[in-house]
């Protein structure tokens, strides 16, 4: 379940009021008038670039505390404004993100031309499976609220994504 339209926009004042808000609108991306899910995805890359120092196992581990942290975040800050899912709550396209680029983790990249091009597959992987939310994403997201709601159906764009993903690169590899 979504916001409607006619839900007010928040003030950023008040975003920026609490930790929760902050956060969970993406450290203030999700204020973005225009495609607030795009803006938290972007702020995902440089995220994921910082996490891609890890082992690919410390990568899983912290994507997954992540989410464990995000299904609290998001749901604190939809009780706060009342709103389920609110479009400027973003954390959960962050983790969604960090999901979906999961496969460049287990390559080496040949160059950083490969790893851009990595980077920006699974951006347009992500937003697309996020915004068309195909079975089973768009049932869930319809169906289970709170903060695990706001974050799964993120959770399997990003799985969806991922695994499109892997098979290219897989593909690529074998060539």
Known sequence: MTTSP???RPPAQLILSTTEHFVAF??????SPWAPGTMGTLVAIPVFLAMSLMSPTVYAIAVAVLFIFG???????ARLLGVHDY??????EIVGYLIAAAPL???EPASVGACAVGVAAAFVLF??????????IRWLDRRIHGGFGIMIDDVLAGVMAALLLWIALHFMRSM
């Open 6 to 8: 006619s839900t007010a």
């Open 26 to 31: 993406g450290f203030g991306a999700g204020l």
């Open 71 to 77: 299904c609290w975040v998001c749901g604190e800050s």
């Open 87 to 92: 479009g400027g709550i973003v954390f959960d």
């Open 105 to 107: 983790m287990l390559i």
């Open 127 to 136: 937003r697309v499976f996020d915004i068309l939310k195909p079975w089973p």
